[in-house]
């Protein structure tokens, strides 16, 4: 199993659309989650952190789930800017100094 | 305040030539890390550094070296360029705590 794990997508929706992605993760020690955000040939950058008791930053909401090893993105009132990869990352398995970064979701935003 | 920057940005080698990609990071950062991103695949860590002088394996460390000599900055060599190289490379940095990396813009590297 891999140490994360994320639906490659593409979710293609349309503007205004609230739309949801999944992660999981193997490590039941692990305490730090963050989702990051990749444009086409960019570099990634963190879109927020994920704490424990779910977290809100405008259109966008992170949730925990300890017990499941998952965790969740939600984007509510999509726009075309919204496109990009998101990144699920997760503080390493086997030293508290590697983080290890999920595959990715690609999401479409379309007119 | 530059944060992160990579050096080249762009680079094409012949298989068998060598190079080395610069990572400079103006943050005070302790922590660094090489990664490289290809097509359809996610962040794969090559290696990294907890501190001036010290450098360890990631998940994908054969055909590259790396040498932390000063804290600011953290070099990736490849000794004998493979095809199988060619990929786009970033570098990373951060503190301890919080977790959160800080990135380059990429080097794209072509070994043809």
């Known amino acids: 199993r891999k140490e994360v794990e994320q639906d490659p997508g593409p979710f293609n929706v349309p503007e205004g659309a609230t739309v949801a992605f999944n992660c999981t993760y193997s490590?039941?020690?692990?305490?730090?989650f963050f989702w990051y955000r990749q444009d086409c040939r960019k570099e990634p950058k963190l879109l927020m952190s994920v704490y424990s008791s779910g977290n809100e930053d405008g259109r966008f909401t992170a949730q925990l789930n300890r017990a499941s090893q998952y965790i969740s993105l939600l984007i509510r009132d999509s726009k075309l800017s919204d496109s990009a990869t998101y990144l699920c990352v997760v503080n390493g398995e086997t030293s508290y100094d590697k983080v290890i970064f999920g595959p990715g979701t690609s999401l479409s935003v379309i007119p | 305040n530059a944060g992160v920057t990579q050096t080249p940005k762009f680079r094409v080698l012949k298989t068998g030539q060598s190079m080395t990609l610069l990572c400079a990071q103006d943050?005070?950062?302790?922590?660094m890390y090489w990664y490289r991103q290809d097509p359809g695949m996610g962040l794969r860590l090559i290696h990294y550094s907890v501190g001036e002088g010290t450098t360890a394996k990631g998940e994908v460390p054969d055909g590259y070296n790396v040498s932390r000599l000063k804290k600011q900055n953290f070099l990736l060599g490849l000794e004998s360029a493979a095809p199988s190289q060619t990929s786009v490379y970033f570098c990373?940095?951060?503190?301890?705590?919080?977790?959160?990396?800080?990135f380059g813009p990429g080097t794209r590297l072509t070994v043809t």
């Open positions: 990373a940095s951060r503190q301890p705590t919080p977790y959160e990396q800080y």
């Open positions: 490590n039941s020690a692990s305490q730090s």
């Open positions: 943050m005070n950062h302790e922590y």
